[in-house]
């Protein structure tokens, strides 16, 4: 799996450096320069990749191309990578047994349990490691009381601290009831760090996307995956 930062790209500031989204006002000409070194680092492996709508969507896709519109994919097939493009919402990475996914989770699929949805999309969930990456934490992530007490009322009063929001900890709650044993967090966040990561939050509406992936290695019967 993969946890691009925003380093080693070509866009200019306030997109600097390596922007994956044509939606955000950036030059079109950078970001397909940054997508060709992203996909280069990925072994020259393609990726899939939806529209995402902040829902509980998840798309099963068999081809490292557009998959419609949803907020998760799944696929057991090898060869290409899963993407999303992320500011703050929380990349996680999920691999089973032969069977991969990649979550967008934004508090609004969160708190659908998108994450555990997809955990049960691919078979097992017993067997599926969870990887929560580079997310807006606790410490920068202030939402709106009603918001919180949604939190607080769907996934404990642990995930909330008044008004600040555990996206991470909510995520790890919703795979644990979903039936996923193995759940990781890289506990890196990215409102902190707008020196590797943009941050919507932090940095306003100009501002880039990181990338994240999983893939299954090719011929990688039994789970193999990076
Ligand atoms: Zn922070």
Redesign the pocket.
Known sequence: MWFFTRKGGVSEPPYDSLNVSTLVGDERSAVEENLSRIRASMSGRSSAWVRQVAGDGVVRVEEGRFGGEGDALVTGSAGFSLAVAIADCVPVALVGDGVVGMVHSGWRGTLKGISGKAAKEMGDPSVVRAYIGPG??R???EVSEEVAGRFADRFGRGVVDGRMLSLAASIETDLREAGVAEVHDLGL????RTDLFYSHRKEGPKTGRNLAAVALEPGGHGGGAR
Do not use: N
């Not at 966040?189 to 902190?192: I, S, Y």
């Open positions: 807006i934490r410490c920068c992530y966040c990215t409102g902190c």
